[in-house]
């Protein structure tokens, strides 16, 4: 094993050119015939000459590294073929098979074990945690080391958890392994959840691997711009750059890529001078790319590098998907059916990653609605109003619009009530909002003009049926959906009631509520309101809030005025230890089947955006089998 992995660093250290990698293998298999839906790690055993072929091309185009055909040959991604029983066998054929195609080449070729995604995020994002990912990743590289690659290349990674587990995992396998460690960024040259490319470049370097490397992604332009960056966060890194060919455009029904080879013989260049160690291919490039690549860094001297070529960088535009005018919660209510919604905080600054990742996570899961908080903690935040429609543009799955009338006059009311509507958010949940005096502001204009009550019927006797405030109309009827806050457990049982009835008296439409964590007493308090209060039948969604650890326990009893926590969870948190989280899983499966025996839904606030809880929460719940 020594000499392979001498092999590629002494190359890395030795030479002064970038050493060529071949280009996209998938991309050719499909254009070959292979559907698109077909399993094409599988092929190294079914139709090895196929992948050979492809290998051939690209060492006869000049690549001194081979890609193995595994990008997706991991247990999750096979499973979905019904192909998880044969992980070592798909790899060590893909290794073998590119060992013969070298041999009968007679070119001194190195080749790289290709480790893709799982095709699922990691906690706190997803359900699979990192040491679930870190045993499918040596399972994995033990197979590909085992069979003789010269190095290990993580590719097309989406977060730094799932990196940090490959890496860890192909250092587990053999600690002299190289690895080039590769992520892939969305337009906006942030990775899915928002990790600029200095960050990416730094956390690489401390996790230690030997490149530091960008991958698919947009086009060569959109990648030098990252490589420049990474480069200026490390500049002691070694670093591989693998763009597209473009970006994909459906011409016939068939995905095409723009940028053709010539376009990379610029920009191999360009990379080189940047700092690239590494170049080549991604999806839609071919091995006439990876020949005029090899062209590039054959023909060009370093001293006429420097005078060389120099590429302008396009700019690319995002454009949004409009949202769907439609809403659902009033109809399944209505239809009886138990709702689930979700509490999510709209971000800090611009980046919004994160949250769409977690939005991802909960749609898949199948809550039925997304909450959008308000500056809640009066922190300053990112529009709820804005997130509300990112989520619903990209999703199937409405939102509720958290909506403040602190801080806002009648003017302002009105106007982002008609702004919200606009963006097809029809469920809007009406409360106070949070005094600017424990924010980050606390000098900012607290003033309103309106009390929750007030915006109620401003919007059930005005809005409602097409008129403003003062009686003037406004083109249409908006079709707005009216929460309301509700405390099931409070200090004060006889000013809630009072409360309620106003808001009910002004035409509220659902209530949500404060977290429950003692069952009896909310039942005991929401049996004397409908006793006391001509109920309507209003639906309630009571809260849950998943607890963590121990110590979040004893703060939310201890710290946070309006929750009580009994004796007997707070025991069951602290005799968990390092089980904490499962257990405050189960505490809140078992609250919430106890709530829905009274109560038409659940309203969950994760704590610490660990929306990974809340998946495997709605999952038992719905009686599906948790993963």
């Known amino acids: ?10 190359r890395l250290i030795s030479s002064d050119r970038p050493i060529v990698t071949d280009g996209a293998m998938g991309t050719l298999l499909h254009d070959r015939g292979v559907k698109i839906d077909a399993c094409f790690d599988a092929l190294n055993l079914t139709q090895p000459a196929a992948v050979a072929e492809i290998h051939l091309e690209y060492i006869q185009a000049g690549a001194e590294i081979i890609k193995t055909n595994t990008f997706g040959a991991n247990r999750i991604k096979l499973e979905r073929h019904g192909l998880i029983d044969r992980v070592e066998e798909i790899n060590v054929a893909a290794v073998n098979l ?21 095709g699922m995020p990691l906690a706190p994002f997803g359900r699979i945690q990192p040491e679930e990912a870190f045993e499918i990743y040596v399972e994995q590289i033990s197979a590909l080391v085992k069979a003789g690659v010269d190095l ?37 040259r942030r990775t899915l959840l928002g990790n600029t490319p200095q960050e990416v470049a730094q ?7 030997d490149v530091i490397g960008v991958n698919c992604s947009g086009g060569p332009a959109q990648l030098l711009h990252i490589l420049r960056l990474m480069k200026s966060a490390v500049p002691s890194g070694r670093f591989s750059v693998m763009p597209n060919a473009g970006l994909p455009e459906k011409v016939g029904g068939r995905i095409m890529y723009s940028a053709g080879p010539d376009y990379f013989h610029d920009y191999a260049l360009s990379f080189w001078r940047a700092g690239a160690d590494v170049v080549g291919g991604c999806c839609g490039t071919t091995p006439a790319h990876i020949a005029m690549m ?4 054959a023909n060009t001297s370093k001293e006429d590098l420097v005078n060389g070529v120099s590429v302008l960088e396009s700019t690319v535009e995002v454009v949004q998907e409009p949202a769907e005018d439609r809403s659902h919660l009033a109809q399944k209510l209505d239809a009886g059916k138990f709702v689930i919604a979700v509490e999510m905080d709209p971000p800090r600054g611009l980046s919004t990653q994160k949250l769409l990742a977690g939005a991802s996570l ?43 009338t602190r801080g806002r006059n009648l003017l302002r009311v009105q106007g982002d009530l008609l702004a919200a509507h606009a963006l097809n958010i029809r469920n809007v949940f009406v409360i106070m909002g949070d005094p600017t005096a424990i924010g980050d502001y606390p000098d900012a204009n607290d003033a309103y003009d309106l009390v929750p009550t007030g915006l109620i019927r401003l919007i059930k006797e005005k809005f409602n049926i097409g008129k403003d405030h003062s009686g003037g109309l406004i083109g249409q009827p908006t079709s707005f959906f009216i929460g309301a806050a509700m405390n099931l457990t409070p200090n004060n049982p006889a000013q809630e009631i009072r409360v309620l009835k106003k808001k009910i008296d002004a035409g509220v439409d659902f209530f949500m509520t404060q977290p429950v964590f003692d069952v009896q007493k909310a039942g005991a308090f929401f049996h004397r309101c409908q ?15 998943p607890l963590v650890t121990d110590r979040h326990a004893r703060f939310l009893h201890h710290e946070v005025p309006g929750i009580q926590i009994p004796a007997s969870i707070q025991q069951r948190m602290s005799a968990a230890g390092e089980a904490s989280v499962q257990e405050g899983v189960r505490i809140a499966v078992e609250l919430i089947d106890e709530l829905r025996s009274v109560y038409q839904g659940v309203y969950i606030m994760p704590a610490f955006n660990r929306f990974d809880m809340v998946a495997e929460i709605i999952d038992k719940i719905r009686g599906e089998k948790v993963t």
């Open 98 to 118: 590119a060992q013969r195609v070298i041999m009968a080449s007679f070119r001194d070729v190195m080749i790289a074990g290709d480790v893709g995604p799982l």
């Open 1 to 10: 094993m020594c000499e392979n992995v001498n092999k590629f660093k002494n």
């Open 531 to 545: 006793q006391e209060i001509e109920w309507k039948n209003i639906p309630v969604l009571a809260g849950v809030l």
């Open 152 to 188: 290990i290349l993580i590719e097309t990674m989406v977060d730094l958890y799932a990196v940090k587990a490959a890496v860890n995992a192909a250092r587990y396998v053999d600690p002299d392994i190289p690895v080039i460690a590769s992520m892939t960024f969305t337009l906006d």
């Open 203 to 209: 956390r690489m370097d401390e996790y230690g691997v």
């Open 294 to 297: 090899t062209k590039a860094v």
């Open 362 to 404: 909960l749609a898949d899961a199948g809550a039925d609605v997304i909450n959008v908080a308000d500056s809640p903690m009066a922190r300053m935040r990112m529009s709820a109003w804005a997130v509300c429609q990112l989520i619903q543009s990209k999703f199937d799955i409405e939102t509720t619009l958290h909506f403040p």
